[in-house]
């Protein structure tokens, strides 16, 4: 279980301006879109790409649905952390409201993608998100949009005591 306290320490490092095409940091060791020691996670590795944030990812058999294919709530779970990296460079922790994902293709086991995002809009404490997933030949496989609201650091120690 990762330690909020430990979590916590990391943010300073974590939301602040990051250098394009550098590895952003995961959001903490176990967490299950990006976290390095989860096993069963997807271990995505996300890099800013200007404003917004770019991942390559490949869903292996541990995220299969349909025979061959990636299930539908894996992608979405690979997506919906994708977006947790934009909160780095908003630089305030966020959580998800509302996410919605449009399946254009299936999204095959062991082919690599290109998944990118970016913010559309912040009007107050909603930040307004888009996202896709693209084959290797710029083929659009999924696109996405999400709204997360902001939230304080009482948000995540709600509830833990
Ligand atoms: C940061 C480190 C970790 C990052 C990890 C990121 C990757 C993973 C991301 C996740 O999986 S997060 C986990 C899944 N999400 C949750 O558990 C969130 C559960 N929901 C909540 O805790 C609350 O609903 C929430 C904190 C999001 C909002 O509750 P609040 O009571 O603080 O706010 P409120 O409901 O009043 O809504 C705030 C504003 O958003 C607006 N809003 C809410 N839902 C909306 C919606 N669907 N569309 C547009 N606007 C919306 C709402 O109208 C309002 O607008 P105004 O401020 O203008 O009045």
């Known amino acids: 279980m ?5 979590m916590l320490a990391t943010w300073a ?19 299950l879109g990006c976290g390095p020691d989860n096993p069963h996670g997807h271990h995505l590795q996300v890099r800013r790409y200007g404003d917004g ?5 490949t869903f292996d058999n541990r995220h299969v649905g349909a025979p061959g294919i990636a299930h539908g709530g894996a992608v979405a779970t ?6 947790g990296f934009l909160l780095y460079l908003v630089g305030a922790p966020a959580v998800t409201r509302q996410l919605t994902v449009d399946y254009r293709a299936p999204v095959m086991i062991g082919t690599p993608y290109r998944m990118e995002a970016g913010v559309t809009n912040q009007e107050g404490r909603k930040l307004f998100l888009a996202a896709s997933l693209t084959d290797r030949d710029g083929f659009l496989v999924a696109t996405s949009t999400a709204v997360f609201v902001t939230v ?5 120690t709600r509830g833990t005591q």
């Open 2 to 6: 990762t330690d909020l306290k430990s």
């Open 53 to 57: 944030v770019v991942a390559e990812h």
């Open 13 to 31: 490092e974590k939301f602040r301006p990051h250098a394009e095409g550098v590895d952003l940091p995961p959001h903490h060791e176990q967490c």
């Open 78 to 83: 690979v997506i919906d952390d994708l977006y």
């Open 152 to 156: 304080g650091v009482d948000h995540f």
